[in-house]
């Protein structure tokens, strides 16, 4: 059986396939985009792959890469071609998430102060990950300005970035890793 070819050469000149089949550059927006969306994925892979993660966490970070994927596969479509509506993130979707930040929050001390990332090594990836979350939700602020994005996409990656903060909040405590606060005038 022959293996899968893995290199093409037909990116070599700085283009790239869109589902649909048209090619753009890859520094296009849109790429950018979906880029940022993969790279969040990865981030989230690294997380769901640390050893103090649990399985009902590693089970919802999967849900949520499996998500990801979805939304790169959308993004990398140009509307009209196939999709308009992004497949899978309704009212359902965020709500899920809404209920996972709820029910770790409930275990967390009240917040006070601005919580720097750190701690434990999972909390602190967990916030690298919020924050290729927050930069992947600009990309696609950004890309709706031109083209049309489906909103729900957009409260989906909005909350997402909530999630991964009350996560990074929820590993430090569970772990027993104390939450570092800014300090203003630090010395």
Not at 21 to 36: C, I, Q
Not at 170 to 187: G, P, T, V
Request: aromatic share 8%; glycine share 6%.
């Amino acid at each position: 059986m022959k293996k899968s070819i893995v290199y093409t050469r037909t990116g070599d000149l700085g283009t790239t396939g869109l589902v649909g089949g048209e090619r753009v550059k890859k520094s296009s927006l849109r790429v950018d985009t979906y880029g940022t969306v993969d790279e969040l994925n990865s981030c989230i892979g690294v997380v769901a792959s640390m050893s103090d993660i649990t399985q009902d966490i590693r089970t919802e970070l999967q849900w949520i890469q499996n998500k990801l994927f979805n939304l790169g596969s959308y993004l990398a479509t140009n509307p009209g071609d196939e999709m308009t509506q992004a497949p899978g993130f309704g009212h359902d979707t965020v709500s899920r998430l809404e209920h996972e930040i709820d029910r770790m929050d409930e275990s967390l001390p009240p917040l006070t102060r601005f919580v720097l990332p750190g701690g434990c090594t999972s909390a602190a990836y967990a916030n690298v990950a919020r924050s290729v979350c927050r930069r992947a939700e600009r990309r696609i602020v950004e890309l709706a300005e031109t083209s049309w994005v489906d909103p729900d996409t957009l409260r989906f990656v909005n909350r997402l970035s909530d999630y991964l903060f009350i996560l990074s909040r929820y590993l430090n405590i569970s772990s027993n890793s104390a939450e570092i606060f800014w300090q203003k005038e630090s010395k």
